[in-house]
């Protein structure tokens, strides 16, 4: 089976940085992503990562270790428009679908 | 104007009646997928299609029903809506043939209400 756990919730403040975990159970592995998802709106793609590592795209970076089913999206110099939930997300064991985590909304307060 | 689109944006709606959730895109893509989402639960998926002829159930598939016109549409329907259909449904599409990773975009969702 596949299985993704988040934390549910996390609160940061203004210009600091914030680590989100996500841990995976998969039967087959082809890659995860990330997701932010504003209240109400669509979800938008952040990051891909297939191999080991660390990923950076400007504020936002996120590293995947495949051996320990481990990925963190880092997020650093925090705004307020940063608050939003994060969504981790693994392809389906046929890999025709992604399978989402149920995601964890950061609060950035000033 | 967006790549995704879905219509109607909001719907509010009786148990036992029939809804058409619509999904358009203009991405070119051949995969196009149907989730719902609810408060706590995250995006469950619901159908999937690669093209025209291929239609695929999701984790959720009972009680809903799609079809998929043609590559640039594909509709999600409820035969008779029940309350606890009431969430946000996300139309969402990828092609892996664009090399990035067959990455999924989604529409900007539809709040669907059952009294």
């Known amino acids: 089976g596949q299985n993704i756990d988040q934390p549910t919730e996390m609160t940061a403040t203004e210009g600091a940085i914030v680590q989100i975990n996500c841990t995976y159970q998969t039967s087959g592995f082809n890659g995860l992503f990330w997701y932010q998802q504003h209240a109400g709106e669509a979800p938008t793609f952040l990051s891909y990562?297939?191999?080991?590592g660390l990923e950076e795209k400007g504020r936002f970076s996120s590293f995947l270790s495949r051996s320990k089913g481990y990925s963190y999206l880092l997020l650093k110099e925090l705004q307020m428009k940063d608050s939003a939930s994060y969504l981790c997300a693994v392809h389906n064991q046929a890999g025709t679908a992604l399978i989402f985590g149920k995601g964890t909304t950061l609060s950035v307060s000033s | 104007d967006a790549d995704v689109t879905q219509t109607p944006r909001n719907r509010i709606t009786k148990t036992g009646k029939r809804i058409m959730l619509e999904c358009s895109q203009t991405?070119?893509?051949?995969?196009m997928y149907w989730y719902r989402q609810d408060p706590g639960l995250g995006l469950q998926l619901i159908y999937y299609s690669f093209d025209v002829k291929d239609i695929n159930k999701g984790e959720i598939s009972d009680g809903y029903s799609v079809s998929r016109q043609a590559q640039a549409k594909f509709s999600l329907s409820l035969e008779s809506a029940i309350p606890n259909q009431t969430a946000l449904y996300f139309c969402?599409?990828?092609?892996?043939?664009?090399?990035?990773?067959?990455?999924?975009?989604f529409g900007p969702g539809t709040r669907l209400t059952v009294l």
């Open positions: 969402a599409t990828s092609d892996p043939r664009t090399g990035d990773s067959n990455t999924q975009y």
């Open positions: 991405k070119g893509h051949d995969r």
């Open positions: 990562n297939v191999l080991d």
